[in-house]
């Protein structure tokens, strides 16, 4: 069984799991008790905080953990609200946790603008800049869009922010561009970054948040005062180190290389057909969003799982009728339904990806037949 779905979950790597076993069997104390075996552990948490901004790039900000990136989004931008007519900006792209949110908050009165797409599935740079307005609180863009993998130009979004609403507080959800792009948050300019381990070969159940100013955020949380008391709670320790362990160790730029290949085969293996569309423009090499005409997706999906394991996009919102990141393109229902998403890892050989293209072209083919 060949795995395509890294989008959606990746593998633990060793060095990770082995972080993960010792801060859970051996060196297991509460970072947030008196005695030394637990202060040393709370020693080594901010150490690894420190070493997770050196991945990211950046020099100056905070590091809070949190249990994932749907949890750092969600803090991020309720943490930023503020009483009084505010405005928030978002992207139409953006994951369900930014997306439903940012519809919540709509329902409770707020004054809420979504940016549309262009039909490459790039946020519409002129129409953000015409959002905006000096009661712009909170912009909210992803870096990677996690269905069709276009990479938004974030540096140009920020330079945008900064001139049109000085007070807005920029949140980039990062998650499918955290070890897998290279990039520096210090020269993107960014007030608040999220991100989540399982997407990078770390465990589930840990993400952070990049702050750079922590006196911008609210707790949402009330507790014993962890995290610098924005967010509360013992720290899940085990796999906050997994997580950093597995950055460290990712080489970025080898990887992306290797991947870009791994892409352009497959494309090309399943280049020729014109019932089969790929979607967006200046993607990450890491996501291929395609729509299968006259097949769906589900059922596609189904048919291949015994030796290609695909997804159909967010795997969040997999059980869920359409997809608005496609509708914000452009794309109809009927479109829609016969989306697949492929997301490749450095780990898959040029051998499987082929392979993969083969089985999923000669799948579609069958499947189109039986339906004639």
């Known amino acids: 069984m060949i795995y395509l779905d890294n989008a959606a979950t990746t593998k633990m790597c060793e060095e990770a799991l082995k972080e993960y076993e010792y801060f859970s069997c051996s060196n297991f104390y509460n970072p947030s008790a008196i005695y030394l075996p637990a202060i040393k552990v709370g020693v080594a948490l901010d150490e690894a905080r420190a070493r997770l901004k050196k991945c990211l790039g950046a020099k100056k900000g905070d590091i809070i953990f949190t249990s994932g990136a749907t949890e750092s989004n969600n803090l991020a931008i309720r943490g930023s609200q503020r009483e009084g007519k505010w405005e928030y900006v978002f992207s139409s792209g953006e994951h369900a946790s930014v997306y439903n949110l940012a519809n919540a908050l709509k329902q409770e009165g707020k004054t809420v603008h979504f940016v549309p797409l262009n039909k490459g599935g790039e946020i519409d740079y002129e129409a953000l800049e015409k959002l905006l307005t000096p009661k712009t609180r909170v912009v909210s863009v992803m870096f990677v869009n996690n269905v069709t993998g276009v990479i938004n130009d974030i540096k140009r979004i920020s330079q945008i922010v900064r001139q049109n609403a000085p007070s807005a507080i920029l949140h980039v959800d990062g998650v499918q561009a955290f070890c897998k792009l290279k990039f520096s948050l210090d020269e993107l300019d960014v007030d608040l970054f999220s991100l989540s381990a399982h997407k990078f070969h770390g465990p589930k159940g840990a993400g952070a948040l990049y702050v750079k100013n922590k006196a911008a955020l609210k707790n949402l949380v009330f507790g014993g005062g962890q995290e610098y008391g924005i967010r509360s709670g013992t720290e899940n320790v085990p796999a906050i180190m997994g997580m950093v362990k597995a950055a460290e160790v990712i080489d970025v730029g080898a990887n992306f290389e290797k991947v870009k290949c791994l892409k352009a085969a497959f494309l090309q293996e399943l280049c020729g057909d014109e019932k089969i569309k790929f979607v967006g423009e200046n993607a990450s090499p890491y996501i291929a969003m395609m729509l299968f005409e006259g097949v769906n997706g589900e059922t596609l999906t189904r048919a291949l799982e015994e030796k290609v394991i695909v997804g159909r996009g967010s795997a969040c919102s997999a059980k869920k009728a359409g997809n608005h990141v496609l509708s914000a393109m452009g794309f109809n229902l009927g479109q829609i ?36």
């Open 337 to 372: 339904k016969g989306a697949i998403r492929v997301s490749f890892d450095a780990s898959l050989t040029m051998e499987q990806v082929v392979e993969a293209a083969k089985i999923i072209k000669t799948t579609y083919l069958q499947l189109l037949e039986k339906l004639k």
